[in-house]
């Protein structure tokens, strides 16, 4: 069949990547996709967000699976729009509906999705404009450090962790009037909670989940996990801490009620579940939710599947993942990040790549080609990685690969998974 993924990042690179090891698969096409997409399929030039023209190309190539990667266009209903047209209903389709994607598009939503289906989570409160003093009261109450969270979209960067009582109110304040836009017009004040993240991804077909394997990510531009927030700058998995024990209380503590959550509410949910989760002494407690696969998460979970993913995505759209279970390589999967000087201020795009040596894990990112040529894009460039016997050893063949890349004002961190 021919596929048709949406996005431009590692993330879908690597989808592609893995879902072209398929026999089921004839053709992958990538929109709008990068320079490393276009060796896998066919680049198009089409908005993740442009409806009409995903369904119309859809129509005109004979797509029978769309995987959305970003969780923009899944937040703005592309499921339901490709669903309700009759020329594309029959179409596979990995990711939820409008609906089921405010687990990730109103913080507000899925905080009283949780407590109402008692999964464990931080304690908050919901402000806005009209109780804003409450939530200026609630803050003097708390014991710091205390987080912050734009309710909406804010690109991964509407989180902030405050750690004095007049810096929270001064910045709760910036929130509410427009920092992040609408998506800050509602913020929630949350405990910080104390402890290890660990991310965790489940594909569910609405009524039957698969779990897949777990990840740590790294989001903090320095190393020792010191200043701004990215979108990530690298990933390991498996995560030593979450043995089976910790996986069983995720599982029941978390992954049931979810799901089960979800269809009591009558919400179609089909596609991945991101659980953002603390270890907070042994006790899984929920973050945050996503509605698509993480990115630098899934360039080092994919090529521990074992599976063929067409024939999971097949099952998962027709309700039939009750007959599969996930085959997990047991190697190490790491990935290093490299970024553009500057990331996650202000950085300059078009450096020029040189790479010395090919490698089959090699996931683009903003990276696009030229002539021939390879250039930076954005901020996040190339995930660089590898497999390994040991965590060591899958390290050492990421940063071999680090090494392997060279374009001015390549930077990357130098200690990931050093803290497992």
């Not at 696969?293 to 899934?298: A, C, I």
Request: proline share 3%.
């Amino acid at each position: 069949m021919n596929i048709l993924i949406l996005g431009s990042g590692g993330r879908e690179h690597a989808f592609a990547w893995k879902l072209k090891q398929s026999s089921l698969c004839k053709q992958i096409y990538i929109a709008p996709g990068n320079s490393g997409t276009e060796s896998i399929g066919i680049n198009v030039q089409i908005s993740v967000n442009d409806f009409n023209a995903i369904a119309e190309f859809s129509i005109n190539h004979n797509i029978g699976m769309i995987v959305c990667g970003p969780e923009d266009p899944l937040v703005n209903g592309l499921r339901d729009y490709i669903k309700s047209n009759i020329k594309t209903k029959h179409i596979n389709f990995i990711g939820p509906d409008k609906h089921g994607a405010m687990l990730e598009g109103s913080k507000d939503f899925s905080k009283k999705f949780m407590i109402k289906h008692h999964i464990p989570t931080a304690k908050y409160i919901s402000v806005t404009k009209e109780n804003l003093s409450e939530g200026k009261a609630y803050i003097h109450k708390m014991t710091m450090p205390v987080v912050l969270k734009a309710d909406g979209l804010a690109a991964g960067k509407g989180v902030l962790i405050i750690d004095t009582v007049e810096d929270a109110c001064d910045e709760l304040d910036k929130m509410i009037h427009g920092m992040f836009g609408a998506a800050s017009s509602t913020v929630l004040i949350e405990e910080f909670l104390t402890g290890i993240e660990v991310s965790v991804f489940v594909l569910t077909d609405g009524e039957n989940y698969l779990i897949l394997p777990e990840a740590k990510d790294y989001k903090r531009i320095g190393e020792g996990d010191t200043g701004l927030n990215t979108g990530g700058m690298g990933a390991v998995s498996p995560v030593g801490f979450a043995d089976s024990a910790f996986m069983n209380k995720v599982e029941q503590q978390i992954v049931k009620p979810t799901i089960d959550g979800l269809k009591k509410e009558n919400i179609n949910y089909i596609g991945f579940v991101f659980i953002g989760l603390m270890n907070v002494g042994g006790e899984p407690y929920v973050i945050e939710y996503n509605c698509r696969m993480g990115d630098p998460e899934t360039e080092v979970v994919l090529p521990r599947i074992e599976n063929d993913l067409v024939e999971l995505f097949l099952a998962t759209d027709n309700r039939e993942l009750y007959k599969y279970q996930i085959q997990t390589s047991n190697q190490y999967c790491t990935t290093v990040f490299l970024v553009s000087g500057g990331y996650p201020g202000d950085y300059i795009k078009h450096k020029q790549i040189k790479i010395s040596q090919g490698h089959e894990l090699l996931f683009h990112a903003g990276a696009i080609n030229e002539n021939g040529s390879i250039y930076t894009n954005g901020g996040r460039v190339m995930a660089c990685s590898a497999l390994g016997d040991t965590l060591e050893g899958a390290l050492n063949n990421s940063y071999t690969l680090v090494s392997h890349i060279e374009y001015e004002g390549k930077y990357y961190r130098k200690d990931i998974g050093k803290d497992l």
